[in-house]
């Protein structure tokens, strides 16, 4: 997998993504501040669901510029098996008979691409599993816990 290609596919979407949350939230103000929009009375809370509506927006703004950045100024690096995992490692996890790919980076958690058919999302040291996949090499296993329940994960590949 074309690891340059990946983070360009990545930062496409991301770039995508902010224009997108930009026009919402410049439509969302744009009806709030509409006649229409008026408070019909004292009860009326549309204009403060608006606003933290636009906060909301605004953070998920912020958010993706934070990943986007990160896309554009961590350089990739190529991993041998006996490399750990840190940022820009693609990584092929087998979870409980599912194989997964994840890409791990310093920020842009939860985003998720199709590329060359497989479904990669980002994972950072922030979530549970990145925190345990920080570190590790190409073989290993680890134990996340959520409750009761334990899940061990092997790590495939690193690339």
Request: hydrophobic share 40%.
């Amino acid at each position: 997998m074309n690891k340059a290609k990946l983070i360009e596919a990545f930062i496409t979407q991301l770039e995508t993504d902010i224009h997108a949350l930009e026009q919402n939230i410049k439509e969302t103000k744009e009806e709030a501040t509409h006649e229409e929009s008026k408070p019909e009375n004292e009860y009326d809370t549309r204009a403060l669901e608006t606003g933290y509506l636009v906060k909301a927006q605004s953070k998920r703004i912020l958010d993706a510029k934070e990943a986007l950045a990160a896309f554009k100024n961590v350089p990739a690096k190529s991993f041998q098996p006996t490399d750990p995992i840190q940022a820009t490692a693609l990584i092929h996890l087998d979870m409980d008979g599912k194989k997964l790919w994840f890409l791990f980076m310093p920020s842009g958690g939860g985003h998720s691409l199709q590329f060359e058919g497989r479904k990669i999302q980002i994972i950072t040291s922030a979530s549970p599993l990145g925190e345990a996949l920080l570190g590790q090499i190409s073989g290993s296993f680890v134990s996340i816990e959520n409750g009761d329940d334990v899940k061990e994960i092997e790590i495939l590949s690193v690339s």
